[in-house]
Nanobody, 115 residues
Framework: QVQLVESGGGLVQAGGSLRLSCAVS????????MGWYRQAPGEQRELVAA???????YYADSVKGRFTISRDNAKNTVDLQMNNLKPEDTAVYYC?????????WGQGTQVTVSS
């Protein structure tokens, strides 16, 4: 059974930084895409950043220049470094991976940015 465990969320003031980490465990052959989504109250879940197995990445316009996604294929982890955080970044952040034709989600970690 594949499990994703996120960590690193919390409360931070505007302009501050947080680093989210997602560790993948279980029986999995190879991971294609890894990404971070977020969902604010009353909003739809949105893709924040993603990284392919080859290393190419994607960022939502709202986080470009502030967030950096990285992955460690040997450890099956994906991190999201978030700098210059804004109150509108407040949301539950979810890790998602795609592997062997299936998608797997983490349980989410709360990020709250105070003004």
């Amino acid at each position: 059974q594949v499990q994703l465990v996120e960590s690193g969320g919390g409360l931070v003031q505007a302009g501050g930084s947080l680093r989210l980490s997602c560790a993948v465990s279980g029986s999995i052959f190879s991971i294609n895409n890894m990404g971070w989504y977020r969902q604010a109250p009353g909003e739809q879940r949105e893709l924040v950043a993603a990284i392919r197995s080859g290393g190419s990445n994607y960022y939502a316009d709202s986080v470009k220049g502030r967030f950096t996604i990285s992955r460690d294929n040997a450890k099956n982890t994906v991190d999201l470094q978030m700098n210059n955080l804004k109150p509108e970044d407040t949301a539950v952040y979810y890790c998602k991976i795609s592997a062997s034709g299936s998608n797997y989600w983490g349980q989410g970690t709360q990020v709250t940015v105070s003004s």
